[in-house]
T-cell receptor, first 113, second 115 residues
Framework: DQQVKQNSPSLSVQEGRISILNCDYTNSMFDYFLWYKKYPAEGPTFLISISSIKDKNEDGRFTVFLNKSAKHLSLHIVPSQPGDSAVYFCAASVPTQGGKLIFGQGTELSVKP | ETGVTQSPTHLIKTRGQQVTLRCSSQSGHNTVSWYQQALGQGPQFIFQYYREEENGRGNFPPRFSGLQFPNYSSELNVNALELDDSALYLC??????????????FGQGTRLTVV
């Protein structure tokens, strides 16, 4: 039972354009969502998060949008840079359960110069 | 730099053997979680330790066990290794209470290969 899904295994974007990574979830108990970036041979790096009481959170080039009614969130990267090329994981947690994270399968983003 | 360090970085074991993986938490963090990441998949939650006590467990058999020490470092032990245990094992540390935690910061992982 995959409670967090990233349906696009890969995404290719031109440098300078917008990258949009999508994530769907099924468990309405989730109330905190995170995005992690992972380079090969490294652990996931925390990127940005959003609480379920918000619908948008922005940090520099990264913005996360949350649509609770659709159980959908997305990560926007504007403008995309070649250094953004990595695997991006969406994760959800129920903080009252100790912050255990449920991850999606990941989307590999390739930003081409 | 996250401050979470794992050892060893790579390991090859034979089926049936036992393995211990180690994790040093980021300074000030009292919670450690372990995840297994199979190839092409997202990390899967194994278990979490808060102040030396297990605080939640994922869908993994009892041969996966752990410890957290007073300095909040941690070990993951796997007995009777199976081929399917081959994966990247990730340790993550965070701070908070038994029920509420900050964002988790991950180590670089240990790549375990079972042959």
């Amino acid at each position: 039972d995959q409670q967090v899904k990233q349906n696009s295994p890969s995404l290719s974007v031109q440098e300078g354009r917008i990258s949009i990574l999508n994530c769907d979830y099924t468990n309405s108990m989730f109330d905190y969502f995170l995005w992690y970036k992972k380079y090969p041979a490294e652990g996931p790096t925390f990127l940005i998060s959003i609480s379920s009481i918000k619908d948008k959170n922005e940090d520099g080039r990264f913005t996360v949008f949350l649509n609770k009614s659709a159980k959908h969130l997305s990560l926007h990267i504007v403008p995309s840079q070649p250094g953004d090329s990595a695997v991006y994981f969406c994760a959800a947690s129920v903080p009252t359960q100790g912050g255990k994270l449920i991850f999606g399968q990941g989307t590999e983003l390739s930003v081409k110069p | 730099e996250t401050g979470v360090t794992q050892s060893p970085t790579h390991l090859i074991k034979t089926r049936g053997q036992q393995v211990t993986l180690r994790c040093s938490s980021q300074s000030g963090h009292n919670t450690v979680s372990w995840y297994q990441q199979a190839l092409g998949q997202g990390p899967q939650f194994i278990f979490q330790y808060y102040r030396e006590e297990e605080n939640g467990r994922g869908n993994f058999p009892p041969r996966f066990s752990g410890l957290q020490f007073p300095n909040y470092s941690s070990e993951l032990n796997v007995n009777a290794l199976e081929l399917d245990d081959s994966a990247l094992y990730l340790c993550a540390s965070s701070s908070g209470t038994r029920t509420m935690n900050t964002e988790a910061f991950f180590g670089q992982g240990t790549r375990l290969t079972v042959v």
